[in-house]
């Protein structure tokens, strides 16, 4: 997630195009509401140009906002992504969302689904589920807008999720067993799968942001 280039990208962009479609691979796993910090940017990114801006990494669908003339997708679920053991669960849900441009306006339109829930397939909701997914993507929409219900959504998102975060870490905290560990005289833990771990931890702009904000509640 480099701004820098991100921008650079969009300067180019709007001397070529009328309309401007940013896809992005972001946010929390498993999370329902984007982060304030990724709110805060996209709004950034509409305010600087991009016309629509679609997000997905989640696993879980997200709610949406139109801004400043743009549009932002903060999260589209999984389209096909069969796990035996994700059943009934946001893991199933997702949505198409179709854009229609004309020179100087755009429409849109979402198309729910479910996902690999009882077979490894996707279909149309039902009219029943149809309800349950306009309720469920109005109440997530309505979070977005509140930036005091976001923060309180993120904390308590970050609260359920800090021992699973924290596990990823070094299990070595002793100045004197670090100093053992440079010597070698004890193994380190940051080499092959665990090494991939940290990095993956650490180069994702969403894992760091977690790790950041985990740290600064137990420091």
Same mark, same amino acid.
């Given at each position: 997630?480099?701004?820098?280039?991100?921008?650079?990208?969009?300067?180019?962009?709007?001397?070529?195009?009328?309309?401007?479609?940013?896809? #992005?691979?972001?946010?929390?796993?498993? =999370?329902?509401? $984007?982060? $304030?910090? /990724?709110?805060?940017?996209?709004? *950034?990114?509409?305010?600087?140009?991009?016309?629509?801006?679609?997000?997905?990494?989640?696993?879980?669908?997200?709610?949406?906002?139109?801004?400043?003339?743009?549009?932002?997708?903060?999260?589209?679920?999984? =389209?096909?992504?069969?796990?035996?053991?994700?059943?009934?669960?946001?893991?199933?849900?997702?949505? =198409?969302? &179709?854009?229609? =441009?004309?020179?100087?306006?755009?429409?849109?339109?979402?198309?729910?689904?479910?996902? @690999?829930?009882?077979?490894?397939?996707?279909?149309?909701?039902?009219?029943?589920?149809?309800?349950? #997914?306009?309720?469920?993507?109005?109440?997530?929409?309505?979070?977005?807008?509140?930036?005091?219900? /976001?923060?309180?959504?993120?904390?308590?998102?970050?609260?359920?999720?800090?021992?699973?975060?924290?596990?990823?870490?070094?299990?070595?905290?002793?100045?004197?067993? %670090? *100093?053992?560990? %440079?010597?070698? /005289?004890?193994?380190? *833990?940051?080499?092959?799968?665990?090494?991939?771990?940290?990095? /993956?931890?650490?180069? @994702? &702009?969403?894992? %760091?942001?977690?790790?950041?904000?985990?740290? &600064?509640?137990?420091?």
């Amino acid at each position: 997630m480099d701004l820098i280039s991100i921008i650079q990208q969009l300067r180019i962009a709007k001397k070529k195009a009328d309309h401007i479609v940013m896809i #992005f691979h972001a946010g929390d796993e498993h =999370f329902q509401n $984007p982060r $304030p910090n /990724l709110v805060k940017l996209y709004r *950034f990114l509409i305010d600087e140009g991009a016309t629509i801006i679609v997000n997905h990494h989640q696993h879980c669908i997200n709610g949406y906002e139109e801004y400043n003339g743009g549009l932002i997708f903060y999260g589209l679920g999984n =389209f096909c992504f069969d796990k035996i053991n994700k059943r009934n669960s946001p893991w199933n849900k997702g949505y =198409f969302v &179709e854009l229609d =441009f004309s020179e100087k306006t755009f429409s849109y339109t979402i198309h729910p689904y479910i996902q @690999c829930d009882v077979k490894p397939l996707v279909r149309r909701l039902t009219s029943i589920e149809t309800e349950d #997914f306009n309720n469920e993507i109005h109440y997530l929409n309505s979070i977005i807008k509140d930036p005091i219900a /976001l923060k309180n959504k993120y904390d308590q998102w970050i609260n359920e999720n800090k021992d699973r975060y924290k596990s990823y870490l070094s299990p070595y905290s002793s100045k004197y067993i %670090r *100093f053992l560990v %440079r010597k070698k /005289l004890l193994p380190s *833990f940051i080499k092959g799968i665990h090494s991939r771990i940290l990095y /993956l931890m650490i180069s @994702c &702009e969403s894992h %760091r942001e977690s790790i950041i904000k985990i740290l &600064e509640k137990i420091k």
